[in-house]
Structure formats: C-alpha cells, structure tokens
C-alpha cells in the first residue's frame, strides 16, 4: 500500500532562527542520489549549534562583571547629568501637545491653547516626509564599482514598505526630532510564526514517484507554521538614550574611545520572560527577578516620554511595579588580549532577600554577551538635529520658540476674557432716583419703571481685537524661528498686502533650499545607515530559498547576488536616494541632452579614451522606473546565465513564474519540466514556462533562418540623419511651436537649485 507523504511546502517551511542566526546558507548542493537532511532534523541541529554558540559569546568571568559595575556607576551618574534636559523635553512635549502648564502667567476664566508650535511641527514634517519620499518610490541608490545588484535594491524596497518607514517611523522621528533635538533610531531583527491550514490532494507513489491520486475525491486539512522575518526601526526618546563621553561626535566615535551607549529598557514580565526563553539574559537572574518585579532600589529616575505619548492620547497607564526598567548598554571590553563590543543588560541594585531588607545588596547583571550582529557594530543610531561643536546631542528646535508660545496662550485667553466681558452691557443707573432696580429684568417687552435719563449703557473695552493682532505677531515670530514658510501653510499666506509672483517665487525658492539642508542632514546620518543595516541583517538573518519562494523573482536575483558585509562599503555602497530623486528632475533632462552633444564629438577628438553610455543609459533607466523595472528594461548580459532546469522545477511548482534565459538548453528544459508535470501543476506555472521556452526556440529557429537568407537588417532606432531625431552635437528640442514633453523645464528657466533668485 502507498504512503501518502508530507505536502510539499513541509519541505519550504521557515526554520526558527535565534538571536545569533547562522551564516545565510545558499541551498544545499547534494550529492546525486544521496537524500536530503530531513527539515526536523536540520532544524534541531541549527538549534543545538545556535544555543552552543551563545552559551560561548556569554561573559561571566569575576574580572569583567567588575568592570561592568564601574561601568554602571558612571552610566548612572550621566543620566543624572542629563536630568534636566530630560524634563524640559517633557515641557516641549507638552507645548506640542497643546496642554496647559505651569508655564503660563495668566490665570483667568478661559482656558485655551493655540496651537502655533503644533501647526509648525506638524508642516515641517509634512514637508520633509514628502521630500524624502519621492512620488516616484524609489528611495534607495548604490554606487558600485561593478554591476548594481537590483535584487538586493528591490529587496530593501520591500524592507522599507515593510517596515513602515514612510507611514509609521519617519513621522514620529520627524517630531522627536523637533521637539527633543535629536533622532534616535534602534536597529533589529523580528520574527513572527503563525499557523495556516489549507487544503491539498492525496498523494500516492507510482514508480518511485509520488503524484496526486486523481481516484481519491477526498483532500488533506495541511496545518502549516509560516514564520515571517524582518527588520526592525524603533524610535527611541532621547532621555532613554545616553552615550558617553558627551562629547562625541558620533556613536562609533563615542565605542572607540572606551566610552558607551546605553538604551533605557522598561520590560513588562512577557517581555521579561521572552527574553529568558530566547538566551538574551541569564535564566537564574531572570527568575529571580521575575519574583522580585518593582522591588529594584536603582530604578533610574529619568524622565518617562513614552508615558508622555501615551497621556496625549488619552490613555492613562498606571506606572509602578507592572514595569521593570533596566539598562541596555554597549561598549567594547578586552576578552582574550582583543577589544570586543559587548552588550550588557543590567537591572540595578537588589537585596538577596527579595527587596524585603536586611539582606546584602548586588547588582542584577542580567548578560554579559559579545555582540550577536555579524558586522560588530552598535545598533543605535543617533544624530543632533543641528550640531553643536563639541557636544553629541542637540538642542531642541522649541526651546527658543516655548516663551512665544506661553505668551501667546496668555494673550490669546486674556482676549477671550476681554471679548465675554464686551458681549455683555453695562448698565449704569443711580439707586437714589430709581428705587425699583429690582424690578429691572431683561427680558423680551420688559417695562421699566425709571427715569430714561437716570439710566445709561455702557460697553467694556474690546480688548480681544488687540490681543489677536498680538498673537499673530506671535505666530509670525515662531513660523520664522522654526522655518516654516507662508507657502507651507496656504492660510497664513498673503496678508492686508497682495505679494507679487516675484516675492512668492524667491519664498518658495528659500524654502526649498531649507527644506534640502534638513533632508540631507537627516538623509546621511539615519536614512543610509537604516539601508546599511537592512544589507547587513537581511545578510544574517535570511534564508535565501524562503526569500525566492516569497519574493518571486526579486527574491531569486537577490539570492544570486548576495553581498558578504566586507564588500559594502567598498565594492557597494548603498545611500538614501528619496532627497535627490524629489530635484533631479532638471538635472536627469540635462543629462539626456549632454548624451546627445557627447556621442556627435569624432572619436579622435579625444585620444586615449573611449565612450562609454551604459552607466548613463543604466542610471537614467533606473531613476526613471526604479530598481526593480531597471533591470527588466535594459538588461545586463550577466543576468542570462542560465539556471538549473530541476531548481527551476522547484520553483515553478510553488507558483512562482520564471523567465526563460536564452543561454538554455531548451529541448532539455521542457523534457525535465514535462516529467515535473507529472506531479501536478495546479498553479499553471510549469505549463506558462515551457510556453516561453517553445517561444523562445521560435525566436532562435527564425533567427537562424534570417541569418542564412542574408536577412539581416540595420539595427532600429534613432540615428544621425533620420527625420524626427536631434543632429549628434545638438540639445534635443520640439520644433517651431512645439512643446515639451509633460514635466520638462523650458530652457529660460534651468538655474542652479542651491541659488535663490533674486527679488
């Protein structure tokens, strides 16, 4: 009797990967006839490989756990020192969130806020969002000495779409940023699992091999883990974040020079024992500390931001002992004679009776463990909004704007006092000739019974008129303090006096070059690093054959050029691209003019050298549909390398199309497809691919033919002398009383992007 076998995608499924993931491995090249490693069994064994290796990377040697409590002393002792900046970002926040303090001087009936910072903040990181994420949707670049891996590039598209960077981390990043003075980002790696079922056909085996059994109407419930991995992008509070010495100038810099940086960490008691279960601290610890949650005596007093946020939103969390705060911190030890960087979790001080007193103090060293990440480098990423020399951390953008802010809530209420005092008459009468005032009601048809002369009106003073010309005096100040423009904000724009399009165009000029100083800044310190990471990661931690079986062909290129972290930087360099694909729009239409003036020069009019337009023709090609078109549109010779028919097979029957490369065998592809088809092609797939390879053996049959005949013709396309084209030498341009095409800059009008016109 045949053995009904496991579904097929049993074979695909994604394995567990722990903290400290194996070296990305390319599919397992077997011996022919010998059998695959059963999946169980190569899971269980990257498991045992995996915990052997952490239990090696973990540090628990007296000498070094010494270092860590003087180490701890000063990381204590630099949160305190940053105490106040701490609490001012609170006051910020709070100017952000329009609540009312202890700020304010006036103290009357009203209560409002305007909210003028607010408005800025919020149009300041409409502006940059939308300048960094170009409309066109291509945010990465690579600069390579070699051919440009577009898999890898479509691949950390993904990432980013993934990640949620446009929708999720780059707004709140852009807040922080303004309200505290610096960006904070943490980088990691996630892995999520959930439980799918689905059904599938019997199998029964015929000749060795197993197929469908068309007899048997009957179908398999299949239950199936899925686990999904990704980076991770965590925005960071600035008063959770700490690197020492404090004047560094980056973290790097800070690691290097025997300083550290240290994450503020506040664990519930899920949190807590996930990290146990995952090795990320020390089982015994842990435990210990999971009975003792909240009775920590050095629970860093720093002020909570995150609280904050989650206030603003109406939410009130009860703070107290449901959260365990503990320091995160990264810095390089000498293990062995050679400076190693080290990430410790360290949890305070604590009684060996449980915090009940009397016992003897120690210090909750959690871990002591060498850096899990390949590249060995900290993930935190930090920069000043504006530098300051000589210190790593900015200054807030509202500090210099709060005291307008204040001044302008007080004025603002002081006004809408004023203005519910003058909605109501003063009415003035002498109590001496009109002794019937209580009979003096208003109301509809009231009679009163009084001298006409004895009794006037009178109306308050309309101060509220003033105290709005005030604030917008106010408002005025604070957009120009935080950069934002009338051209920003439509309905600020104008005024009692009607600009002219020369003053609009120099304000619109101005605020595009602001606009660039800030992405740029933002651009090189946190943006191209974030891609970095997501190279070095998606490294680590993919699996290549689970990337082509979800990615398609994306993830089949992106397999086929895989990129060793000792190569970027040197061979690659990936950079943030979103800022100038928003102003190369004039730059990209020089470009395609320079080509033509280029190719109509004579060769020998530059000796010893050679034209070459591929980067040119590659570069303008990918600008314009992004990395993963690019690559379809204008091919590279490289990319035909021809695959394996039975990896093909592999592929094609989890339903993913592939193309056919014209370096194939094709006789022997459809042969080895048409047996693939024996199991079944529910997807359709297979049958697609041999439609493309019995094309493609058409394609070479006619070429051949052509060949013989002499059929041959001149290649199409533009050239020297056709009518409709440029002469070579000459810049491409409509002819008399035509137009450009859609989006092209007139002539008159190209000017340098960094220049403001003048007035």
Known sequence: ??????????????????????????????????????????????????????????????????????????????????????????????VYDCVLGGHQGYAGNSQIFIPIVHDAVEARETRFINQIFPRSGRNVECISSDEKPYGVMALLEHYIRKTKLRTQVMPSLMRNGDVEGQYNIYMGWDTS?????????????????EVEDEADDDEDIVEEEIKTA???????????????????????QALQKGGSATILRRWSKERLQQAIDDEEVDEEEGEMLLKEMGNSKDAPDAPNADKKHVDAAGINAKAGGSELTLYEVWTYFKLDGVRRLCRIYYAGVANDDGGAGGGKERDRILSVRRCPYWTDRCPLLSAPVHKLSNAFKGKSLISNVAP????????????????????????????????RVGSMVLNLAAIWETNPNDTKFAQFPQLWKDAIQIVAYYQTQIFQSLSVSPAIIPQSSGGKAKRNQAEIA????????????????????????????????????????????????????????????????????FRWFGVEAARNAQMQQQQIATVNVVRGIPPQMYPGYELNVVPVLSQLIENTFGPRLAPEIFRD??????????EENEFLMEGITLPVHELDDDREHMQRHLQAMK??????????HMLYHRMQMNKKLAMQQQSLAG???????????IAGTPRPGATPAPPRGGQNPPGAIHQDRMQDASRAPRR
């Not at 001044?407 to 003035?428: C, F, H, K, R």
């Not at 946190?526 to 290549?544: A, G, K, N, P």
Request: proline letters at 8%; charged letters at 35%; hydrophobic letters at 30%.
């Open 1 to 94: 009797m045949a053995k009904k076998r496991k579904p097929k995608t049993d074979r695909m499924k994604i394995e567990g990967e722990p903290d400290a993931a194996p070296p990305p491995a390319q599919p397992p090249m077997m011996p022919e006839g010998e059998p695959e490693e059963d999946p169980e069994e190569k899971r269980k064994r990257k498991e045992q490989e995996e915990a052997a290796r952490s239990r090696a990377d973990e540090i628990r040697d007296e000498k070094t756990l010494e270092k860590v409590r003087e180490l701890m002393k000063k990381v204590s002792q630099g949160f305190q020192d940053q105490w106040d900046r701490g609490n001012d970002q609170l006051d910020y926040w709070d």
């Open 637 to 646: 010779m490289k990319s035909k390398l021809s695959i394996d028919a039975e």
């Open 193 to 209: 699992s959930r439980h799918v079922v689905y059904r599938q056909k019997p199998t029964v085996e015929v000749e060795g091999e």
């Open 230 to 252: 990704l980076p991770t992008v965590e925005v960071l509070a600035d008063a959770d974040v700490l690197v020492l010495p404090h004047t560094a100038n980056s973290v790097g």
């Open 679 to 688: 199991e079944g092609d529910p997807s359709g797939s297979v049958r697609q």
């Open 711 to 721: 059929m041959q013709g001149a290649p199409g396309g533009a050239a020297p002398g």
């Open 506 to 573: 120099n304000e619109q000029q101005v605020d595009l070059i602001s606009t660039a100083d800030v992405c740029t800044n933002l651009e090189d310190e946190i943006l191209t690093q974030i891609l970095r990471w997501f190279v070095d990661l998606d490294y680590q931690f993919r699996e290549s054959a689970i990337t082509v079986r979800q990615y398609g062909q994306m993830g089949l290129r992106a397999k086929m050029e895989e990129i060793p972290p000792l190569q970027i930087d040197k061979r690659y360099e």
């Open 404 to 435: 307008l802010q204040y001044a302008a809530n007080d004025t603002i209420n002081e006004g809408q006092d004023s203005a519910t005092y003058a909605l109501m008459p003063i009415v003035m009468t002498d109590p001496a000739k009109n002794p």
